[in-house]
């Protein structure tokens, strides 16, 4: 069987594309080409798939740039975007996946639905199948999870799905377990945080990371008082746009000490030393608390997992770019160490996943599912 099959990524961002082209597991190019605001300013306020050609160009002119003939690649797989909810796995490109990803039916246009977008036009060229893998909206919740005490207002599943099954898997395999028969708790950290329960291979539970549901993230406010928030929503004070950023972008830890840059506010608390166009507003030992506070609430959400899986957890993953931390993971250890044995795996895995995704597909075409 053959194993050494030639695979492009593409996981696009809201200002940078990360591409990488693989030849088996040997890398040909990875990059994170970032577009600077003058690149951007000529599609401001225009629907992101205006941005197709430029992306699109840059991402052929690296294949050409290194020497890589269309006619070798044996897959192109992209970050999945904002679809209709579906179970994990690989999904061929389809026409009805385009449509949904252009028109934004399901969440609006995010940067990633340009994932699938490229892949699909870039395979076409080369003449081979173009995939997505484990989008963001992944949805293997069991039924009691969607209940939030609201009828028009259910729980719903959009979390760093890519990034908590590649990892989940790769620790089950270093554990000699197949991930479809070990119960496992994923954290992902990053602007984000989403916390998952896994069991056996399906995500029973997770919180909404994207639009902040969970604990506090350097950007998101988590989960707030009910009563309070509807106060200020319907305060006069604040608009819906307003109170949308406190959610999401604006709240966390940003809102507390006047940044969301995790390493610059630890460089802070360890030495009470602001650097030259540092943005924190607070003090140290306010620093220190707030990031305290994070923590506490991302571990209360780990221990809330294993409540979910009954106990039995074979391990507690954490991943994401927080985890470069040497404090959060430690600290986070502390709380919950007792439950399971715990692997740090500072982050996101995600090109690797997305390529490892494609193999599988093309070694086995009949995990590839049909999007509908």
């Not at 954490?318 to 709380?335: C, V």
Request: glycine share 12%; proline share 5%.
């Amino acid at each position: 069987m053959r194993m050494d099959y030639n695979i492009l990524v593409i996981n696009p961002g809201s200002t940078s594309d990360d591409i990488g082209y693989y030849r088996g597991e040997k890398p040909v190019f990875e990059v994170t080409v970032r577009y600077s605001l003058t690149d951007l300013e000529p599609y401001e306020g225009k629907n992101v798939t205006e941005q197709l050609p430029l992306r699109r160009k840059l991402i052929l002119d690296y294949l050409l740039d290194h020497k890589v003939p269309l006619e070798e690649i044996d897959a192109v797989i992209g970050r999945g975007g904002f679809i209709r909810s579906v179970e994990g796995g690989v999904y061929a490109v389809n026409d009805k996946m385009i449509q949904d990803l252009e028109t934004g039916r399901y969440g609006g246009i995010h940067p990633s639905n340009l994932g699938g977008i490229l892949a699909r036009e870039i395979a076409q060229y080369a003449g081979c199948p173009s995939f997505i893998a484990n989008p963001v909206v992944i949805d293997e919740l069991q039924p009691v999870a969607r209940y939030s005490g609201m009828p028009e207002n259910p729980r719903i599943s959009i979390f760093h799905a890519l990034s908590q099954k590649r990892v989940a898997r790769l620790i089950a395999d270093k554990l000699g377990k197949p991930y479809e028969e070990v119960n496992c708790i994923v954290c992902h950290g990053g602007g984000g945080i989403t916390v998952g329960a896994h069991r056996k291979g399906k995500v029973v539970d997770v919180n909404n990371g994207y639009e902040g549901d969970g604990p506090m993230t350097p950007q998101r406010s988590g989960c707030t008082p009910g009563a309070g928030l509807v106060q200020m929503c319907f305060s006069g004070k604040y608009t819906l746009r307003d109170m949308r950023l406190k959610m999401r972008g604006k709240g966390g830890l940003v809102a507390y000490t006047g940044t969301s840059d995790v390493k610059d506010l630890e460089e802070f608390i360890r030495t009470g030393e602001k650097r030259p166009g540092s943005l924190i507003t607070c003090t140290q030992e306010e620093a220190k608390l707030a990031e305290d506070a994070m923590i506490y609430q991302i571990s209360k959400y780990i221990g809330s997992m294993a409540v979910v899986l009954e106990g039995h957890v074979d391990f507690i993953a954490l991943t994401g770019g927080l985890m470069y931390s040497k404090y959060i993971p430690q600290e986070i250890g502390r709380y919950v160490g007792w439950i399971a044995p715990m692997y740090v795996f500072p982050g996101s895995e995600e090109k690797d996943a997305l390529r490892v995704a494609a193999r599988r597909a093309l070694m086995n075409p009949k995990i590839v599912q049909e999007y509908a």
